[in-house]
């Protein structure tokens, strides 16, 4: 099988299995017992906190939920937020570039009284940022801003971003980092809330990360015994929490070796691509490396999809949640790409298991599904 669609899920790596299998046999005790196997829990919850603080070189300024991954990451930064601040600012500002996981969290609060204004976006598929300084005020509460996009894979400026919105002190600015660890440098730098997802950069599904500046700042989202600074209950999952540090080491040491990696794979691509007539690539030219996403106007995405699983490629659509939904991408009209284009195309994500041979296979493949869908093609 040719897997091209890292940027749903990747594989788990090895050693990320077997500490997670290893810490399970041995190291099962809930750190909130009082015992002295509970105590030894606990000590080895805080020392992976410090671990992860130490890879990203950001010490004590940021506090470390562990949650089920980034949907409730995204999900207890946002509410958490937003509803501390609400009687002092009620607007928040996002962009449709966001992945649901946000943008959807955005759009119930709007029940709740919050105002959204939505960021415009440049046909780069980048924030724009003279608008998001008109929209900004003292009545902003959250700004959200995705450092990487899942669907096109272009890079936000997460550093011009935060100082525009730090030049109003009530502001937050929240960062979807799912699709950049391990494929670009992540950005701390004025950010007051990062979300991971640990099967994203070959850790696994059921685990996620927070990062707050001071937890402080949020509400309880998750009510119960008081775990994870009362933010978030429940009992933690040390075996899996462990684990995933292993990912992330690799993950954050490997990233620029890899970027540079999937760019020649990248650029091999487009350069290929380009040679069948009416294929169009979406993808900015200054997107990460590892997402490609490819239209064909007048083919529908799912037929290529099938085209290509028929013979063992995988690839998606637009994302793996958005796929299933009928209505048009909301990331691909935000940047004016026309309707014909949107339904025909697909993304190519690569990841760190990618090979050349992988990349060879899919150009044979491709040549017999671009035979098959030529006549339609507009
Ligand atoms: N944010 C982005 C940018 C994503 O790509 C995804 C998953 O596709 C998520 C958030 C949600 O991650 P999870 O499904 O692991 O909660």
Do not use: W
């Not at 080895?44 to 603080?53: M, N, W």
């Not at 096109?152 to 935060?162: D, H, N, R, S, T």
């Not at 989202?221 to 933010?231: D, L, M, T």
């Not at 009416?278 to 200054?286: E, L, R, T």
């Amino acid at each position: 099988m040719i897997y091209l669609d890292n940027a749903a899920t990747t594989k788990p790596n090895k050693d990320v299995l077997d500490t997670f299998l290893k810490v399970n046999e041995s190291l099962y005790f809930n750190p909130n017992s009082p015992h002295q196997a509970g105590l030894q829990a606990e000590q080895l919850l805080q020392q992976t906190k410090s671990q992860i603080k130490s890879l990203f070189n950001i010490k004590n300024e940021y506090d470390i939920l562990f949650t089920s991954g980034a949907t409730e990451s995204n999900n207890i930064a946002i509410k958490g937020i937003a509803r501390k601040k609400k009687d002092s600012a009620n607007e928040i500002i996002t962009s449709l570039l966001e992945h649901p996981s946000v943008l959807e969290v955005v759009r119930a609060l709007e029940d709740e009284g919050f105002v959204i204004k939505y960021v415009d976006v440049t046909s780069e598929g980048k924030i724009n940022l003279d608008h998001l300084e008109e929209l900004m005020s003292d009545r902003v509460a959250l700004v959200t801003c995705m450092h990487v996009n899942n669907i096109m894979g272009q890079i936000q400026p997460i550093k011009e971003v935060a100082n525009i919105v730090h030049q109003y002190p009530k502001a937050h600015l929240h960062v979807d980092a799912v699709q950049a660890i391990g494929k670009v440098d992540l950005i701390f730098e004025g950010v007051d809330t990062l979300s991971l997802s640990g099967h994203k950069f070959n850790g696994l599904k059921g685990q996620g990360v927070l990062f707050v500046r001071n937890v402080h700042q949020l509400e309880t989202i998750v009510h119960g015994g008081g775990q994870e600074f009362g933010v978030r209950s429940g009992t933690v999952n040390l075996p899996i929490d462990i684990a995933i540090v292993k990912a992330m080491k690799h993950a954050v040491t490997h990233t620029e070796q890899l970027f540079k990696q999937l760019l020649q794979f990248n650029n091999d691509l487009r350069q290929f691509l380009n040679q069948f007539s009416g294929v169009k690539i979406n993808s900015p030219q200054d997107a990460a490396s590892h997402i490609l996403n490819v239209g064909f106007p007048g083919v529908k995405g799912e037929v290529l999809v099938n085209a290509f699983s028929k013979r063992d490629v995988m690839l998606s659509t637009t994302s793996a949640c958005s796929s299933k939904k009928a209505s048009l991408n909301e990331v691909l009209l935000s940047m004016n790409i026309p309707a014909k284009c949107i339904e025909g195309s697909i993304r190519i994500s690569m990841g760190a298991n990618t090979t050349e041979t992988d990349i060879n296979q899919f150009k044979q493949n491709f040549t017999e599904v671009y035979e098959e869908v030529r006549e339609l093609l507009q």
